[in-house]
């Protein structure tokens, strides 16, 4: 059997492998590129495995004109680049000791070693250059099925790395169909303390990954039975909600929204998840807004209402935190009232035509007065459905300031003002 994609017949794919091949050299692909190309889903990255030490890596290389980068060099990586895209290239190994964080390994010759080391069989796949697949583990079978099946015994493998307990959830949500695996599932309740051991670094990347597939109900399901949630978010305690917002997204065709899911997920008690999964500022910002403007919400509010909190808030926003708020709320994904809300997503707020060069130029006192009235003149606009043109804002500001005497005496841009 062999894979197929654009990027098995690339330039740069062929350039690269014929490089690992020069003079006796072995190579093929591994992992996520074979798995995906064998489901038919998109190919981001492209990693390869070969016995060659990285030294030899980067030497032929070299010879071929291609950039080499020794990005994971301790662990074996080389990174080569060709035509602007990156190989990563990994010398086989297998594990000398394990320490439930990272392990200590040495490199090998043997593939079914390499093989034996890796976390599922649906990643333990190989592909020789040409796409002919290399299945020593019976991952084939497994990707096909729709099964995230530990290597081996599940509780050796998690006990080599903790973070492999969301991996296999993570798995599930992108690649599983129907029920987890019986074994890994009990296998990651009875180490579940074990992620207490593993970074908040290593376990948000994890979980905003799961938190970004298809349909992680099923996954999150499962890490709520066995504890895996509570270890790693213990507010995340409104599971069915977060259910319903994935079934909302599936019925309005939107794209998996984590931010969104998570706050459904904790009913809104987000506080603690900027350090719990270190979080960027611009993802706990966005967090923390669509929070802010779900209690705001009211399925009976009427549209000029719903636009004001468009504007303040802009659309993204307003979508997440609709959605959100559907969920919590217990409708279904079929409720009218909800559906007409989430439409007005789609409404482009104007822009405010006035800014404070405006004011000034009517006569308006530069200061903190004027910034005040400013607001005041943008929160009658929004009141007034954002009807009102930039001449009528313009007069409506002009009568504000000559009745509060901010006009200078000489009239605008007068002489030594």
């Excluded at 062929?14 to 998109?42: H, S, W, Y």
């Excluded at 798995?171 to 309740?189: M, T, V």
């Excluded at 966005?286 to 004001?308: C, F, Q, S, W």
């Excluded at 001449?391 to 003002?417: F, N, T, V, W």
């Amino acid at each position: 059997m062999r894979i197929a994609g654009d990027w098995l017949e690339a330039t740069a794919t062929r350039e690269v492998m014929a490089a690992l091949a020069a003079d006796g050299g072995k190579a093929r692909f591994v992992g996520g590129c074979v798995r995906n190309a064998l489901l038919g889903a998109e190919v981001d990255d492209i990693d390869i495995a070969t016995p060659l030490t990285p030294d030899a890596v980067m030497a032929r290389a070299e010879a071929a004109g291609i950039k080499s980068v020794p990005t994971g060099i301790d662990h074996g990586t080389v990174t080569l680049v060709s035509h602007g895209r990156p190989f990563e290239v990994t010398t086989l190994r297998r594990d000398v000791e394990t320490h439930g964080r990272h392990a200590t390994v040495a490199y090998t010759d043997d593939w079914a070693e390499d093989a034996a080391r890796r976390d599922f069989t649906m990643n333990a796949l190989y592909a020789e250059a040409d796409g002919t697949l290399v299945d020593p583990l019976g991952g084939l079978e497994d990707a096909l099925a729709g099964r995230v099946r530990f290597v081996g015994d599940p509780h050796a493998r998690i006990g080599e790395d903790f973070l492999r307990i969301l991996r296999f959830f993570r798995f599930h949500a992108w690649y599983g169909k129907g029920a987890l695996d019986a074994e890994g599932l009990g296998a990651c309740a009875a180490h579940v303390e074990g992620l207490g051991r593993i970074s908040a670094e290593r376990i948000g990347k994890e979980t905003m990954k799961l938190m970004a597939a298809r349909d992680p109900r099923t996954a999150v399901e499962g890490m709520a039975e066995t504890g895996v949630l509570a270890q790693i978010l213990p507010d995340a305690r409104e599971v069915e909600a977060m259910a319903r917002v994935v079934t909302v997204e599936i019925a309005l065709d939107y794209n998996p929204g984590p931010m969104r899911r998570l706050v459904a997920l904790t009913a809104g008690r987000t506080g603690r998840l900027k350090d719990s999964l270190r979080l960027s500022n611009r993802q706990a910002g966005h967090l923390d807004d669509i929070r802010t403007l779900v209690p705001r919400i009211d399925p009976h509010m009427g549209e000029a209402e719903a636009r004001a909190e468009i504007y303040r808030a802009g659309r993204v926003v307003w979508r997440d935190a609709v959605v959100a708020g559907w969920a919590l709320s217990g409708a279904d994904a079929g409720d009218g009232r909800w559906q007409a809300l989430a439409g007005l997503t789609a409404w482009e707020p104007p822009a405010f035509p006035l800014n404070g060069r405006d004011l000034a130029d009517l006569g308006a006192a530069q200061g903190p007065a004027l910034g005040k009235l400013l607001k005041r003149l943008e929160a009658d606009w929004i009141a007034g459905g954002f009807a009102e043109d930039r001449a009528g804002l313009l007069a409506h500001a002009r009568r504000l300031i000559e009745a509060e005497g901010g006009l200078r005496a000489s009239g605008p841009r007068a002489a030594g003002s």
